[in-house]
């Protein structure tokens, strides 16, 4: 597989260096220089989930990965279902949240996992990242117990919610979590510190596992054919997905998805007030404001990431713009959302409650909508509880980690306390 980097078409690198570096030159992202459909499409989707994501992610990847290394670590990243739930008549929700951290994170993030896991054969890994929430847990899941492998994780004490930290701060073993006195921005200028300094990133081996990588996304593309084979004949011709978007990752995928033939018709990225791409798509002017704090705290991000990535397939003709809707849905409208959704039976937390908006906002009645279900009700409790003046099940795998001791330990903001410190811990 061919990955030019967004920022400078002359750095031109393999899957496996792409999952390795992360990032390019000048901080461009990784895309594959081409995408070529696939064939039989509809016999693709009879085949099991698993088998079927070897079948795709072999046809993108190409030599760099035998079919049955593709279809075991596929067996392991994806042993939880990816289920379509009709809540409305031609509303279906997609439920990405029965992984092990309740969010869409750990498809990509479990998959990212097995792909270190088979390119550093030995190598000393040290998977170094910040998180705000959702991905640390993923992350620290994944990773949870890999030979050689260890994980630090950084996080801004006090500022995410107890669901969050404790799915992570409580696994021990080989995950190493910091609670970081500051915000989550001082917790990401620490990490970039760490990748300036190069005797640290040697002795450790250092790899940053954030949002960006590659493997993340081609690992998304296929739920999405998991959500079409959930239809039928009919209902597949006539398919409008809706995609809650912050760092415009998981949309990605679904246009990656489109380009190798599956047929979606129409896409929707929709944002909380963070709306950045949808004022860019009205005026054609890049402007980001300053982050603002949301009920869907996972998608407060003014600069998506993954942006260049969807904006090239659009202009490469992958998916037809007019097609492509990308709307931002206030505070209050979520909350109003969140209780229609909830009369007509299904418990959304907010994310989702903006995915399915982006139906109402973009789609016509008589066809197929798929909203993402990007996180369980449970992982955003206090909230859910307050808006829909109900009490919610909390599954097993949350309740658990919750009654645990959180085992991280406390950090100042600076980086040569940071330093001192996972040196102590991971030279022994
Ligand atoms: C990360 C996340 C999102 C946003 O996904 P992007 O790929 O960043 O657009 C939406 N919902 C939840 C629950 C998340 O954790």
């Given at each position: 597989m061919k990955l030019v980097n967004l920022k400078d078409d002359t750095q031109v690198v393999s899957f496996i260096d792409a999952v390795k570096t992360g990032l390019g030159r000048n901080q461009g992202v990784f895309f594959p220089a081409t995408l070529e459909p696939l064939n039989d499409i509809d016999g693709l989707l009879t085949q099991p989930f698993a088998q079927r994501s070897a079948a795709i992610l072999k046809h993108l990847i190409g030599d760099e990965l035998p079919l049955d290394s593709l279809q075991s670590m596929c067996e392991q990243a994806f042993d939880f279902p990816a289920r379509l739930v009709e809540v409305e008549k031609n509303k279906y929700c997609l439920e990405l949240f029965h992984g092990p951290t309740l969010a869409f994170k750990d498809f990509g993030g479990r998959f990212m996992a097995q792909c270190i896991g088979a390119f550093s054969q030995g190598e000393r890994v040290t998977i170094l990242t910040a998180t705000s929430g959702d991905t640390g847990a993923a992350v620290a899941h994944a990773f949870y117990q890999m030979p050689g492998v260890d994980v630090v994780i950084l996080y801004p004490q006090g500022k995410i919610s107890l669901a969050q930290q404790k799915l992570f701060t409580t696994l021990g073993e080989n995950i190493h979590c910091y609670a970081v006195e500051g915000s989550f921005d001082d917790c990401q200028a620490l990490v970039k510190q760490a990748f300036l300094d190069d005797e640290f990133k040697q002795t450790l081996g250092l790899n940053s596992a954030n949002s960006i990588n590659i493997s993340r996304l081609l690992a998304q593309v296929c739920y999405y054919f998991e959500a079409f084979a959930q239809l039928n004949a009919a209902q597949r011709q006539q398919v409008h997905v809706s995609v809650p978007s912050g760092n415009f990752g998981n949309v990605c995928a679904a246009m990656i998805a489109a380009?190798?033939?599956?047929?979606?018709?129409?896409?929707?990225?929709?944002?909380?007030?963070?709306?950045?791409?949808?004022?860019?798509?009205?005026?054609?002017?890049?402007?980001?404001?300053?982050?603002?704090?949301?009920?869907?705290?996972?998608?407060?991000?003014?600069?998506?990431?993954?942006?260049?990535?969807?904006?090239?397939?659009?202009?490469?003709?992958?998916?037809?713009?007019?097609?492509?809707?990308?709307?931002?849905?206030?505070?209050?409208?979520?909350?109003?959302?969140?209780?229609?959704?909830?009369?007509?039976?299904?418990?959304?937390?907010?994310?989702?409650?903006?995915?399915?908006?982006?139906?109402?906002?973009?789609?016509?009645?008589?066809?197929?909508?798929?909203?993402?279900?990007?996180?369980?009700?449970?992982?955003?409790?206090?909230?859910?509880?307050?808006?829909?003046?109900?009490?919610?099940?909390?599954?097993?795998?949350?309740?658990?980690?919750?009654?645990?001791?959180?085992?991280?330990?406390?950090?100042?903001?600076?980086?040569?306390?940071?330093?001192?410190?996972?040196?102590?811990?991971?030279?022994?």
């Open positions: 380009a190798l033939g599956l047929p979606v018709k129409r896409l929707s990225a929709t944002t909380n007030q963070n709306d950045t791409v949808p004022r860019y798509l009205d005026s054609g002017q890049w402007q980001p404001n300053a982050t603002l704090e949301s009920i869907s705290n996972a998608m407060d991000v003014s600069k998506p990431n993954n942006w260049p990535r969807v904006e090239s397939m659009l202009k490469q003709g992958y998916f037809p713009k007019y097609e492509f809707y990308s709307r931002s849905v206030s505070e209050e409208r979520t909350q109003q959302v969140m209780r229609t959704v909830a009369k007509a039976g299904y418990v959304t937390e907010p994310h989702t409650a903006i995915a399915y908006e982006g139906l109402l906002l973009d789609g016509q009645p008589e066809e197929t909508g798929i909203f993402l279900a990007t996180a369980h009700p449970a992982k955003f409790r206090e909230t859910v509880e307050a808006v829909l003046e109900q009490a919610i099940e909390m599954p097993e795998a949350l309740a658990t980690a919750l009654e645990k001791p959180c085992l991280a330990e406390p950090l100042s903001a600076d980086y040569a306390a940071l330093k001192q410190a996972v040196l102590a811990r991971l030279t022994r």
